[in-house]
């Protein structure tokens, strides 16, 4: 437990009390312990043990008493009794930005405003702003941050978020009196969304480094800036928002604070446990043992004091990383892979020809490509006909012929039709190098009769000798479309045992599987093909995006078939073929 969720906990009371409309010295005192909470550098529950609570500036005995109640009970009864006795959704507004208590009391008191949508209403009919100490300008600055919220409710996908955070990292780093800075939180995690970019730097001008950033020109509205942190909106070329928080320390506490910014939470409050049960203290300024400190410049530091390998950023969320016993595997690289295995061209909806696609993969350092444009059901996609497929396999090699120390395989991204049999016959599919077979129609459930389940359609792929891959397995869009219901680990073993790799599709809008299914795959097992899914040469950089989610899902260059060079490769294709 942190202190600084019991500090929220005590600054959601005095948020509670003050909308109630208490008196102003009960609210202060609330807010007191909070800031004494969240910059306390000791553990509170270890104070607490010792007795000694009393001892902070601002803590009467009432408010032990209430501390004592959270460490045991995970949360205080008048924090319950204040939110029984106000609208269910008033507490909400107190998320708007610019919008602070006393204006939320107010607008409930004298306009009976109970959540956010009547909010809404009394800002169109201009009851708000005719509210005394109110006005035209303070009302434009709250419905500005109702749609910010709006906005920022949903998460931001990883492969929008990482480009935006490394440019401002770049920015960062080149503010004078900025002597080290880093992405941290879920960004540096590879998470597939974003809530909001965190980065972290050393330097000693806090407030000076602060001023510059909140300046920066990409910043399109500043929420907050102190003397170690910053707040800022940024607006991602999509029109949507997206928050990011600068935060400045010491170089003596720069490891402590990478770790504990970097999360993820679940990771943090385990870590924070270990240390306690071990007698010393973690926070966001070190690892200490009473007012030593033994560890806070160099993050690697935290762990070894701690008695544990140093994950990877991508495994922090407490899946078993933080056990003693637990030894890291060297994860996948981007340098690790050799080539793109599922890519479209103009012969079907990409945007570059067969040999622009093959110069930029070389041009990656990549020495192999499989061209898989889409068969003939995927009619919205320009799906081929099987004419027009063995034309392709003739014109991919007439263009190899002209390639030196790069091969390009004749591919195709085969439909997995409703029934689950597969778009082409057999023996069209053995005239192809490279099968990707895909779902890309009736996902849901097999409702009507003779149609399969997705699960037995994908296992009659699997089945089929020609199929080297499945591609994005569960169909899902992030922010977009539910992955369909498929039975993985079912699927991971069949794949494992028929020699079919299953895919990790890197854009950035599918990222599938993901993680926690990569995790079964390679137990299994089975082996993955992580792939751009390019529609175009820039689409190969969607690349990384795919390397960070195999991270997460503990995935080795071992694990992936992509990574071998192209004789052990086409090698693995032949004999899953001839068995
Ligand atoms: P996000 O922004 O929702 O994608 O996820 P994160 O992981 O970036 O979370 P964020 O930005 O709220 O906080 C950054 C890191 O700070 C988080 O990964 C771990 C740490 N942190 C934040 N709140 C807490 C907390 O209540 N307890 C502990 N132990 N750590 C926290
Ligand atoms: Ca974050
Ligand atoms: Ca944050
Ligand atoms: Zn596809």
């Given at each position: 437990m942190s202190n600084v969720e019991i500090a929220r906990t005590f600054e959601r009371i005095a948020d509670l009390l003050e909308i109630s409309g208490e008196d102003r010295f009960r609210i202060n005192t609330y807010r007191r312990v909070s800031h004494t909470l969240r910059d306390l550098?000791?553990?509170v529950a270890?104070?607490?043990?010792?007795?000694?609570l009393?001892?902070l500036?601002g803590v009467g005995?009432s408010t032990v008493g209430k501390i004592k109640e959270y460490l045991a009970t995970g949360t205080i009864d008048l924090l319950t009794e204040l939110e029984d006795k106000l609208p269910d959704e008033l507490p909400d507004l107190l998320k708007i930005p610019g919008l602070g208590p006393k204006t939320v009391a107010l607008v409930h008191?004298?306009?009976?405003v109970g959540s956010m949508?009547?909010l809404?209403?009394?800002?169109?009919?201009?009851?708000?702003?005719?509210?005394?100490?109110?006005?035209?300008?303070?009302?434009?600055?709250?419905?500005?941050g109702?749609?910010?919220l709006?906005?920022?409710s949903?998460?931001?996908?990883?492969?929008?978020?990482?480009?935006?955070?490394?440019?401002?990292?770049?920015?960062?780093?080149?503010?004078?009196?900025?002597?080290?800075?880093?992405?941290?939180?879920?960004?540096?995690?590879?998470?597939?969304?974003?809530g909001d970019?965190?980065?972290?730097?050393?330097?000693?001008?806090?407030?000076?480094?602060?001023?510059?950033?909140?300046?920066?020109?990409?910043?399109?509205?500043?929420l907050a800036?102190?003397?170690?942190k910053?707040s800022?909106?940024?607006?991602?070329?999509?029109?949507?928002?997206?928050?990011?928080?600068?935060?400045?320390?010491?170089?003596?506490?720069?490891?402590?604070?990478?770790?504990?910014?970097?999360?993820?939470k679940?990771?943090?409050v385990?870590?924070?446990?270990?240390?306690?049960?071990?007698?010393?203290?973690?926070?966001?300024?070190?690892?200490?043992?009473?007012?030593?400190?033994?560890?806070?410049?160099?993050?690697?530091?935290?762990?070894?004091?701690?008695?544990?390998?140093?994950?990877?950023?991508?495994?922090?969320?407490?899946?078993?990383?933080?056990?003693?016993?637990?030894?890291?595997?060297?994860?996948?690289?981007?340098?690790?892979?050799?080539?793109?295995?599922?890519?479209?061209?103009?012969?079907?909806?990409?945007?570059?020809?067969?040999?622009?696609?093959?110069?930029?993969?070389?041009?990656?350092?990549?020495?192999?490509?499989?061209?898989?444009?889409?068969?003939?059901?995927?009619?919205?996609?320009?799906?081929?006909?099987?004419?027009?497929?063995?034309?392709?396999?003739?014109?991919?090699?007439?263009?190899?012929?002209?390639?030196?120390?790069?091969?390009?395989?004749?591919?195709?991204?085969?439909?997995?039709?409703?029934?689950?049999?597969?778009?082409?016959?057999?023996?069209?599919?053995?005239?192809?190098?490279?099968?990707?077979?895909?779902?890309?129609?009736?996902?849901?459930?097999?409702?009507?009769?003779?149609?399969?389940?997705?699960?037995?359609?994908?296992?009659?792929?699997?089945?089929?000798?020609?199929?080297?891959?499945?591609?994005?397995?569960?169909?899902?869009?992030?922010?977009?479309?539910?992955?369909?219901?498929?039975?993985?680990?079912?699927?991971?073993?069949?794949?494992?045992?028929?020699?079919?790799?299953?895919?990790?599709?890197?854009?950035?809008?599918?990222?599938?599987?993901?993680?926690?299914?990569?995790?079964?795959?390679?137990?299994?097992?089975?082996?993955?093909?992580?792939?751009?899914?390019?529609?175009?040469?820039?689409?190969?950089?969607?690349?990384?995006?795919?390397?960070?989610?195999?991270?997460?899902?503990?995935?080795?260059?071992?694990?992936?078939?992509?990574?071998?060079?192209?004789?052990?490769?086409?090698?693995?294709?032949?004999?899953?073929?001839?068995?």
């Amino acid at each position: 437990m942190s202190n600084v969720e019991i500090a929220r906990t005590f600054e959601r009371i005095a948020d509670l009390l003050e909308i109630s409309g208490e008196d102003r010295f009960r609210i202060n005192t609330y807010r007191r312990v909070s800031h004494t909470l969240r910059d306390l550098t000791q553990d509170v529950a270890e104070l607490a043990e010792q007795d000694r609570l009393a001892e902070l500036p601002g803590v009467g005995k009432s408010t032990v008493g209430k501390i004592k109640e959270y460490l045991a009970t995970g949360t205080i009864d008048l924090l319950t009794e204040l939110e029984d006795k106000l609208p269910d959704e008033l507490p909400d507004l107190l998320k708007i930005p610019g919008l602070g208590p006393k204006t939320v009391a107010l607008v409930h008191q004298e306009l009976g405003v109970g959540s956010m949508d009547d909010l809404r209403v009394v800002i169109e009919d201009g009851r708000l702003a005719a509210l005394p100490g109110l006005g035209k300008k303070s009302v434009e600055k709250i419905d500005e941050g109702i749609a910010f919220l709006a906005s920022s409710s949903g998460r931001t996908r990883l492969g929008v978020a990482l480009p935006i955070a490394e440019a401002l990292l770049d920015q960062v780093l080149s503010i004078q009196g900025v002597r080290q800075a880093t992405l941290a939180g879920s960004i540096r995690r590879g998470a597939e969304t974003i809530g909001d970019v965190d980065i972290l730097c050393e330097g000693t001008a806090g407030e000076a480094i602060i001023t510059e950033f909140v300046n920066l020109s990409a910043v399109s509205r500043v929420l907050a800036a102190g003397k170690t942190k910053g707040s800022v909106v940024v607006v991602m070329p999509n029109g949507s928002e997206l928050q990011v928080d600068l935060r400045v320390v010491a170089g003596e506490s720069y490891g402590a604070a990478l770790q504990y910014f970097s999360g993820s939470k679940e990771h943090n409050v385990r870590l924070r446990e270990m240390a306690v049960r071990q007698g010393l203290r973690l926070n966001e300024y070190g690892l200490f043992d009473g007012e030593k400190q033994l560890a806070g410049a160099c993050e690697e530091d935290i762990y070894t004091r701690l008695g544990l390998s140093c994950p990877a950023p991508e495994l922090r969320e407490d899946r078993g990383e933080c056990d003693p016993k637990w030894s890291p595997s060297k994860l996948i690289t981007l340098d690790d892979v050799r080539g793109d295995l599922h890519i479209h061209t103009t012969a079907s909806d990409g945007a570059n020809t067969i040999e622009e696609m093959a110069r930029a993969a070389q041009d990656r350092g990549y020495s192999y490509l499989a061209i898989c444009d889409h068969s003939r059901s995927s009619a919205i996609a320009n799906g081929l006909s099987i004419e027009a497929l063995l034309e392709l396999i003739a014109e991919i090699g007439e263009v190899n012929r002209g390639m030196t120390d790069f091969e390009i395989l004749a591919g195709t991204e085969c439909d997995i039709l409703a029934g689950g049999s597969l778009d082409y016959p057999d023996e069209v599919l053995a005239q192809c190098d490279f099968v990707v077979a895909s779902i890309h129609a009736a996902m849901g459930k097999a409702v009507r009769k003779g149609k399969a389940t997705p699960t037995e359609r994908t296992l009659a792929a699997i089945a089929n000798p020609y199929v080297t891959v499945i591609g994005h397995p569960t169909g899902r869009l992030i922010n977009k479309r539910a992955p369909m219901e498929i039975d993985i680990a079912g699927i991971a073993e069949a794949a494992a045992a028929n020699d079919t790799a299953l895919e990790l599709n890197a854009s950035h809008q599918r990222l599938d599987l993901k993680d926690l299914h990569l995790r079964l795959t390679v137990e299994a097992g089975a082996k993955v093909i992580i792939s751009s899914d390019a529609h175009s040469t820039k689409g190969y950089e969607q690349m990384r995006y795919g390397i960070l989610t195999a991270r997460r899902g503990g995935v080795t260059a071992d694990d992936v078939i992509n990574t071998r060079p192209l004789a052990a490769f086409k090698k693995w294709i032949r004999l899953k073929r001839s068995r």
